[in-house]
């Protein structure tokens, strides 16, 4: 089945730190890159969608020059959390999705982001 | 009109019984009904999903029924099993940009 890599899985940084996430299609090219957000116990929430080679479009009330996305290749897209604080902490999760075949979302397996 | 709402927040079952999650949404633009089973400290992964020309779609134990009128769709988990014990969740797929709207999630325990 489609395969979603995420790394890291796990990063802990001090406050004002830029950390970058990595989200790659392992399988199939993702014409379509969506990243979340989730609160413990809490449902996804969408932060943003990237498609190839364009900018990304962001849900309202996200900070775009906060979380900068990167989908530059078909198989690859970057958040990047930019000078990071304690509140940004959060477990982050991207997915992809290849259009062209009419397939459903696959998710990584999320990256929790600790803030110190 | 975006939302869709999921119940309950929170269930607990034998082993070898059922569980049942229900969901509802108010777009008809809605076209695509995935469900999503995630275990703690990992990214969702897709159960089943079913469409709405369709009411009902079951692969192995796991089933969803799909009512159309009522804007209505939910999961059968038949002869659950400790190990089906994760966090549920539903969404909607209806947008050009083929987002999901999820509900809020139901946790699942399944007692032996």
């Known amino acids: 089945g489609a395969v979603v890599s995420q790394h890291p899985s796990w990063v802990i940084c001090k406050s004002g730190t830029s950390v970058k996430i990595e989200c790659r299609s392992l399988?199939?090219?993702?014409?379509?890159m969506f990243w979340y957000r989730q609160f413990p116990k809490q449902s996804l929430m969408l932060m943003a969608t990237s498609n190839e080679g364009s900018k990304a479009t962001y849900e309202q009330g996200v900070e775009k020059d906060k979380f900068l996305i990167n989908h530059a290749s078909l198989t690859l897209s970057t958040l990047t959390v930019t000078s990071a604080h304690p509140e940004d902490s959060s477990f982050y999760i991207c997915?992809?999705?290849?259009?062209?075949?009419?397939?459903?979302?696959?998710f990584g397996d999320g990256t929790r982001l600790s803030i110190l | 009109q975006q939302q869709v709402k999921q119940s309950p927040q929170s269930l607990i079952v034998q082993k070898g019984g059922i569980s049942i999650i229900n969901c509802a949404y108010e777009?008809?633009?809605?076209?695509?009904f995935p469900w999503y089973q995630q275990f703690p400290g990992k990214g969702p992964a897709l159960l089943i999903a079913i469409r709405p020309d369709v009411s009902e779609k079951k692969e192995g134990r796991f089933t969803i029924s799909f009512n159309k009128s009522a804007k209505q769709f939910s999961l059968h988990i038949m002869d659950s099993q400790p190990g089906d014990s994760a966090t549920y969740f539903c969404?909607?797929?209806?947008?050009?940009?083929?987002?999901?709207?999820f509900g809020k999630g139901t946790k699942l325990s399944v007692k032996p």
């Open positions: 969404a909607a797929d209806g947008g050009s940009q083929g987002n999901l709207i």
């Open positions: 777009n008809t633009a809605f076209d695509y």
């Open positions: 399988d199939f090219q993702a014409t379509t």
């Open positions: 997915s992809a999705l290849d259009r062209s075949r009419n397939q459903p979302q696959h």
